[in-house]
């Protein structure tokens, strides 16, 4: 059973993703006695491109501007590792958190993922405007270099395909603890009801 956290770049889904994993990891599994298992996808590519000696002492942001062909390495591994996810082999009482990168959920990978029984996909939705302040603050990644009218352009057009998601959790919604360890809650309750 896999929960896929989709959004735009800057928007927060890595920081859900460490928060619920701090929530819900076998040491603390909640009212649910689930193994849960995080995976920021954006980290394990960065781990993959250091362990093949590719990313060297740049930032996973650097490496992707320096050319069309890193960011084309990028994306093949990103697919490899999305449906690595998908294929693996789950126990029983296993839920398995991913944070997409920004560009990681194409049409194709949206397909891909929703032709696989047990997938939840959220959409962690934010104003345009709170996620360009984001960007703007953080240099390393890789929508920051671009005008704000581009990373706008990209912004309607990813939100065509996230809006397609099973849910939709507003960033303003998770303000502290109790939100988050409803969400938690929320989304693997929804997943046990898909067992059923």
Partial sequence: MNIWFCGMSGVGKSTLLQQLETRFTPLNPGLFHF??????????????LTARGILHSLSLGDFLRVSLENVQVFRQIESDLISQILQRKQKEKEICMIALGGGALTAEHFKIIKSHSHQLLCYLKDDF????????????????????????????????????????????????????????????????????
């Fill in 35 to 48: 193994s849960i298992d995080c995976i920021d996808l954006d980290r394990e590519i960065e781990k993959n």
């Fill in 129 to 196: 405007e709170k996620i360009w302040i984001r960007l703007s603050a953080h240099p390393e990644k890789l929508l920051a270099n671009k005008s704000r009218e581009e990373v706008y352009q990209i912004y309607l057009k990813r939100s065509e395909i996230f809006e397609k998601s099973d849910l939709i959790i507003e960033f303003e919604q998770l303000k502290g603890i109790e939100e988050i360890d409803a969400l938690g809650h929320n989304l693997i309750e929804k997943l046990i009801q898909d067992l059923k």
